[in-house]
């Protein structure tokens, strides 16, 4: 059958126990190797077959899964971060349905976690957002005219974009159409829990430049909102005033 499994965000000792034990048994490994850290094959058994996605179309990827099944040989599908995110798993798992080949999905870390970690950021402060928006800047792939950077932008929430760190001008313009402003916070966080992990800090208004100064245009996310401020409320869960399921409230 065909595992699909999440390689986490870079750092190899990020993949999950259940990924690693997956990519130790295959006979059969196809990798996006644009983003997955190699180092992640050397879990590999050495007669394992290894494939990289990233020269592949998926009609090659389907024909090797294809040949493998039918020697019943054990198929891993190795995705960046998680494969839910931008992974292109919907349209492997609907071929393998037509193919009546079995398939099941081990998570992983995304790289929008491992961003959070790298920056030592929490997303969803009380008093300040409680949303992660998580989106892209249309390229080559087109978002749905409702779902726009400027619209997302209005909420004023934690917004959190993949895939659009060489578009940093126009993700800079319209990001500012919306509830921030100039003084917004944001970071970029090319290649996080890498060994080339960078975490810049600067304000919306000086995204751009941000990205220019640091070499900054591909494996980045942007990150954007007073979340990266120091301002916050204290949580309610932890108050001592507060009363839980497990604990009581002190006056
Ligand atoms: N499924 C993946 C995302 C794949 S899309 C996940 O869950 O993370 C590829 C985009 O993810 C890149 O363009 C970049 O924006 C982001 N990305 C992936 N790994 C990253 C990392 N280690 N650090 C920063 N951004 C990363």
Known sequence: MVHFVGAGPGAPDLITQRGAALLRAADVVIYAGSLVNPALLGLCRQD????NSAQ???????????????????IVRLHTGDPCLYGAIREQMDALDALGIPYDDTPGVSSFCGAAAAACAEYTLPGVSQTVIITRMAGRTP??????????????ATMVVFL?????????????????TPDT???????????????????????AQAGRENNISKTALVLVG???????????????????EFREAKP
């Not at 978002?143 to 004023?156: S, T, W, Y």
């Open 48 to 51: 394992c077959s290894v494939y």
């Open 164 to 180: 659009s760190a060489g578009m940093l001008d126009g993700l800079q313009a319209a990001l500012l159409q919306g509830a921030y």
């Open 56 to 74: 592949m179309t998926l009609e090659q990827v389907l024909e090797v899964v294809r040949a493998a099944h039918a020697e019943n040989r054990d």
């Open 185 to 207: 916070p944001a970071a970029l966080v090319y290649k996080a829990t890498w060994p080339e992990e960078k975490v810049v800090r600067c304000r919306l208004g000086a995204l």
């Open 226 to 244: 007073d979340f990266l401020a120091p301002d916050y409320e204290r949580s309610k869960l932890y108050d001592p005033s507060f009363a839980t």
């Open 143 to 156: 978002v749905p005219e409702r779902e726009g950077i400027a619209a997302l932008a209005a909420h004023g």
